[in-house]
């Protein structure tokens, strides 16, 4: 009874310090959100229409339409919403209060994550009141804050914490219900992120493995039970349940970003935002931190490392190797310590960052999980915890004069985490009307919603697949766009997921692209009923073939300030002939033969496999660069040019990541200007597996020497091809007609 009265004061104050946090968000949490944009918008939305319009429990039609996504990628937080959805269809309809469950649960396990390190704290015999203190600084200093402003899966703080609890309890006093305990966790924490449940599998992999299972000491009648459950199934069941719940098989095995977004010395033990690390920009030039890798540990606890480091080298030196390990009088804290230090130097980039790259191509999946430097999160965790519990060891047995000195160490946690979390109460304070409305309302629009099947939005966008980033061109509308298809239950076919399809991306992209041929992706289309164009008319960097689609629509209505229009799918069919009869209509009069060039390569003196056209083109090296073009341009008298060429397997992951460089000056080896760009950034058509790619280039003078080349292709690109390389003047037209076909530009007319 007395350990319960503990246990629900502690609550109480973690409840009370998080409502202190939250701030006037708490007064309208069902109308209040905690992101205007980005990924938090996207989440609010996916969770949203997965509860009030999906058919199914693992699939999500919010975006990405025809197609839709699986529910693991879509954003919609399968355990929380899945769960609103059954109790509402099944018990009571909980869904109007969405929202304010969506908010209170992330919140929650604030609180209750001051509870968890609390108990991590009393479990090692600390003090009540100590334990208390720095279990509260430690939550509100923990990385993982910020979270809460966009990455909501990945702001349960509770987690990491809770699994060094349960490990530590079951280490003490192994049992079977602990082990289920444990499994429980495991299997609700990885399928809410899969970071979660890496981090799992490694601290549980490595716990059993330091219990030496294959020497003749370990009881493996007891213990096989333990491991089935805390190890074998979670290991089985969550990569097969996401494998067998998703049809899509062409997501990137390679994402973008992993030696990018990584942890730095400086972003863990240093912080130079701090008032008290200012002095440090006078004395050394401090890296720009990528905000995934920032895990700054405190001063406290940077202090402290220091001290062990300093020991366990010196230690190492002596080869006291026990003494070296050893850095508390707990093992398994000692143990969880040096495997969170080990997840540091991963976070860091090591090995990888020493020239040793190529070892990513043997990680498998752990490529996925680009943003490395979210590995340091568990040393942030541990280093505190080492760091006050050997403080507490340290003053425990002096006299009470000296044990007062621990108000500093606390005071300077209490200041860091305020400062951690200060800003927080206005970042996650928001106003979202168009989609609070869409959610809340039992208004239907002034629209036959039944004569639509999809939403498309201008300006349009597509992020998610890792090869092709296409992003809105006025990003303050997407939530608008969010808000009608959450208000008409009608699917957007723009996507902003995580690791979607490279195929399906590109064939709703071609959408927007020049085109050159019929859409593959309208096969997939209900040819009875008509897609809806929602239109911000204030954009003004909408491009010309989103242009064209609006011009080929008919104005229904307005709302939010946007024009809602419709798109027949014959009309939308039609498209490719009139962009044809545009082009050609411009260039009737210019004799047959190809001019107003500079430069022209069909590489029909090397047959390949495959081409563009004819029977030639020009297989890139995987291992050196790939040189197109090296000298001054004959005839030029113009500083702006355009390079165009057609590249294969452009629906292949990877491939359209592959880069261009280009390098101008006066003179050979003289260079004054660079420029860089992956094929992705420049496509502007499709021809089925081929990609047009362009590029305007200004020069400093006519006459500059230019070097063009392509850098080694990235691992797993496979075999890619380049064909049709033009060189001309950007405000020229360059035309050749050869049998029945008229190449425009570079653009392919039958």
Not at 75 to 100: C, E, H, K, L, M
Not at 471 to 484: I, N, P, Q, R, T
Request: aromatic share 16%; hydrophobic share 45%.
């Amino acid at each position: 009874m007395k350990k319960l009265v503990e246990y629900i004061v502690v609550t109480a104050v973690g409840l009370i310090v998080t409502f202190l946090f939250a701030g006037d968000v708490l007064k309208n949490i069902n109308h209040r959100y905690f992101a205007q944009g980005g990924d938090g918008a996207k989440d609010y939305y996916a969770t949203f229409y997965h509860i009030k319009h999906d058919k199914s429990y693992i699939h999500s039609n919010s975006m990405n339409y025809p197609f839709g996504e699986s529910i693991f990628f879509a954003g919609s937080q399968p355990i929380v919403s899945n769960s609103i959805r059954f109790i509402s269809q099944n018990i009571y309809d909980i869904s109007p209060y969405t929202v304010a469950i969506h908010n209170l649960l992330i919140l929650l396990s604030i609180a209750l994550t001051i509870l968890v390190v609390y108990l991590i704290f009393r479990h090692l015999n600390l003090p009540i009141w100590y334990s208390l203190l720095v279990a509260a600084g430690l939550t509100f200093l923990s990385p993982q804050i910020d979270r809460i402003g966009g990455h909501f899966a990945l702001s349960y703080t509770i987690v990491l914490p809770l699994f060094v609890l349960l490990m530590l309890k079951f280490d003490r006093k192994p049992s079977l219900g602990k082990s289920i305990l444990i499994l429980l966790a495991g299997l609700w924490a990885s399928i809410t992120h899969g970071y979660f449940f890496t981090f799992y599998m490694v601290m549980f992999f490595a716990y059993w493995l330091w219990q030496k299972p294959w020497c003749k000491e370990f009881e493996w009648k007891k213990q096989w039970l333990h491991m089935v459950l805390q190890l074998a199934i979670p290991l089985v069941l969550v990569p097969t349940l996401i494998l067998l719940l998703d049809s899509v098989e062409d997501r990137t095995t390679w994402p973008w970003g992993f030696l990018f977004y990584r942890a730095y010395p400086e972003s863990v033990f240093l912080s130079p935002g701090r008032p008290y690390w200012s002095w440090l920009n006078n004395l050394v030039k401090i890296r720009n931190l990528q905000w995934e890798g920032i895990a700054y540990v405190g001063l406290v606890s940077t202090v402290v490392f220091i001290v062990i480091f300093y020991r366990t080298l010196k230690n190492a030196i002596k080869r006291q190797w026990n003494n070296a390990c050893n850095i508390t009088n707990q093992p398994l804290i000692n143990y969880l310590f040096w495997l969170s230090f080990l997840l540091l130097l991963f976070s860091f980039g090591i090995p990888f960052i020493f020239n040793m790259e190529f070892l990513l191509e043997y990680l498998g999946p752990i490529r996925q999980f680009r943003g490395i430097g979210r590995f340091a999160w568990f040393f942030f965790y541990m280093m505190n915890i080492v760091a006050f519990y050997l403080i507490w060891e340290k003053l425990k047995a002096k006299k009470m004069i000296y044990r007062i000195l621990l108000i500093i160490p606390l005071i300077i946690l209490s200041y860091d985490a305020w400062f951690n979390s200060k800003s927080q109460k206005f970042h996650i304070n928001n106003s979202l009307p168009e989609l609070d409305y869409a959610f809340h309302t039992s208004r239907k629009p002034n629209i036959n919603v039944d004569g639509f099947q999809a939403i498309m939005p201008i300006p349009f966008f597509s992020v998610g697949s890792e090869n092709y980033w296409h992003e809105s061109a006025c990003f303050g509308s997407m939530v608008k766009m969010y808000a009608l298809s959450q208000l008409t239950g009608l699917p957007l076919n723009a996507t902003y997921t995580s690791r979607s399809s490279v195929w399906r991306c590109v064939e709703n992209l071609n959408l927007i692209m020049e085109p050159l041929q019929q859409f593959p992706v309208l096969k997939y289309y209900d040819r009875s009923k008509d897609i809806l164009l929602f239109v911000d008319p204030k954009c003004d960097q909408i491009s010309d073939n989103e242009r064209r689609i609006i011009s080929i629509s008919t104005p229904i209505d307005t709302l939010w300030g946007q024009e809602v229009r419709r798109l027949k799918i014959d009309d939308l069919t039609k498209l490719p002939e009139l962009f044809r009869n545009e082009y050609l209509k411009k260039i009737a009069e210019i004799p047959d033969t190809l001019r107003n060039y500079y430069y022209f390569q069909e590489f029909e003196n090397t047959p390949t496999p495959i081409a563009f056209m004819g029977t030639g083109s020009l297989r890139l090296n995987n291992r050196n660069y790939t040189n197109l073009y090296w000298g001054r341009i004959a005839n030029n008298n113009s500083t702006e040019i355009t390079l165009s060429f057609w590249v294969s397997n452009m629906k292949r992951d990877i491939v359209p990541r592959n880069r261009i460089e280009i390098v101008t000056g006066k003179e050979e080896g003289k260079w004054e200007t660079w420029n860089g760009f992956g094929f992705m950034e420049k496509t502007i058509a499709f021809w089925d597996d081929w990609a047009l790619v362009e590029y305007n280039l200004k020069l400093n003078n006519p006459s500059d020497f230019i070097c063009i080349s392509v850098a080694p292709l990235l691992a797993k690109s496979g075999d890619v091809y380049i064909d049709n390389f033009l060189i001309k003047g950007e405000t020229d037209t360059a035309i050749l007609k050869k049998n029945d076909v008229t190449i425009v530009n570079n653009r392919l007319f039958k």
